[in-house]
């Protein structure tokens, strides 16, 4: 039993490794590409520079906002996002191979229509190209 279950591991590493799970793909390697949010043609190129996301819209679908570079705490980023009025602390989490989940945590003034709109909201990317 013990033998099936390293097989099974090994298995398991190697099926990861090709989709970018296992140690041998590098951290920048897992945030870099470019980005989309499920279900839409919002698309975000996300590439690491100096250990900072830098992240630049491809399809912004008319939104305009300015983002602070993106700080990398192993399979967690964060950034600040400014967009009417609005400041937020966006943090996004990698999942899955080539998704990331977005949410934010941080959002001011509260009272004002985009974060009620956002709050307890998750939007997921999913990577379409390196």
Not at 33 to 40: D, E, I, L, S, Y
Not at 107 to 118: E, G, I, S
Request: aromatic share 10%; hydrophobic share 40%.
């Amino acid at each position: 039993m013990r033998g099936f279950k390293n097989v099974y591991r090994s298995l398991l590493c190697t099926m990861a490794a090709t989709i970018g799970l296992c140690a041998s793909v590098s951290a920048d390697e897992r945030w870099e590409g470019v980005w989309q949010a499920q279900g839409t043609l919002f698309t975000l190129r996300v590439a690491m520079r100096d250990e900072f996301l830098q992240i630049e819209p491809v399809e912004t679908l008319g939104f305009i906002w300015r983002n602070s570079p993106g700080r990398v705490q192993g399979e967690n980023a964060s950034f600040n996002v400014e967009y009417q009025g609005v400041l937020a602390t966006i943090m996004v989490q990698l999942s899955e191979a080539g998704t990331a989940v977005a949410r934010p945590t941080r959002c001011q003034p509260d009272y004002h229509f985009v974060c009620a709109l956002v709050q307890n909201q998750q939007a997921i990317f999913t990577k379409i190209e390196n």
